[in-house]
C-alpha cells in the first residue's frame, strides 16, 4: 500500500512540475505574440496604439495623443485639401461630434497642402459655416498608419484604435450611433469614384 501512495505521489508531483513548465511557456508564448508588432498588424491598425504624434493646429495650439485622449473617446479624420469628395464626410463629423472629439488631419505631404489655415478657411467657406475643430498637418502620422485611401475616419478610446471607416460617408445619424457603440463597425462605406481629381493619391 505504501508503495502505492509513494507512486501516486511521485506521479503527482510530476504531472504538477510539468504543468508548471507549460504554463510559463504559454506565458513566454503569449507575450511575444502580441498584436500590433511589425509584421504582425490587424488590418487598419484596429486594436493597436494610435502612434505618438505632436501636432500645431491652425490656431497654434499643441496636440498629442495625451491632450486627444483627454475628452475620453474621440475621432481623427484623416483626409486633405484636394479632396473634394470628401466634404461631405467632414461636414457629417462636424455635425455628429461633440466639442473636443474631433481632430482633422491632413494627410498630404506636399507644401502646396501644409497650410492648415487655408484649409480649414476653405472648408469653411465651403460648408458656410463655422467650423470650430483643430487642423493638423499630419503625413507622418498618416504614413505610420498606412492611411492611403481617404477619407480615413479611426475611432479611437485610450490612445487605442477601436474602429476604422473608410470611404464616403456622410450619414451624421450613422456616424453619432458608431461613436457611441460598444462595438464599433469597420469597414468601407460607400464605393470611391475612381475617376474622380486627386485619385492617383488613393489605393
Known amino acids: 500500500m505504501d508503495k502505492i501512495i509513494s507512486s501516486l505521489l511521485v506521479l503527482l508531483f510530476s ?18 505574440i502580441a498584436i ?11 486594436g493597436c496604439s494610435l502612434p505618438s504624434f505632436d501636432l500645431i493646429d491652425q490656431n497654434g495650439t499643441h ?6 485622449n483627454e475628452s ?3 475621432v481623427a479624420y484623416f483626409s486633405a485639401s484636394w479632396c473634394t469628395h470628401c466634404k461631405p464626410t467632414i461636414d ?16 498630404h505631404k506636399a507644401d502646396d497642402g501644409s497650410n492648415m489655415t487655408e484649409w480649414h478657411a476653405m472648408i469653411e467657406g465651403d460648408l458656410n459655416r463655422s467650423i470650430d475643430r483643430p487642423f493638423l498637418h499630419a503625413p507622418s502620422l498618416s504614413e505610420n498608419l498606412s492611411v492611403t485611401s481617404i477619407p ?41 469614384n475612381t475617376d474622380m481629381d486627386g485619385m492617383g493619391d488613393m489605393e
Open 152 to 192: 480615413h475616419v479611426l475611432l479611437i478610446e485610450n490612445n487605442t484604435i477601436l474602429s476604422a471607416r473608410i470611404g464616403l460617408w456622410d450619414s451624421a445619424h450613422e456616424m453619432s450611433m458608431w461613436f457611441n457603440a460598444t462595438i464599433p463597425e469597420s469597414g468601407y462605406t460607400q464605393a470611391m
Open 15 to 32: 504531472v504538477s512540475s510539468l504543468s508548471g513548465c507549460m504554463g510559463a511557456e504559454m506565458e513566454a508564448v503569449d507575450d511575444e
Open 63 to 68: 496636440w498629442n495623443e495625451s491632450s486627444a
Open 36 to 46: 500590433c508588432t511589425e509584421g504582425n498588424i490587424p488590418e487598419w491598425y484596429i
Open 92 to 107: 457629417a463629423l462636424d455635425e455628429s461630434m461633440m466639442p473636443n472629439h474631433l481632430l482633422v488631419m491632413n494627410k
Open 72 to 74: 475620453g473617446r474621440w
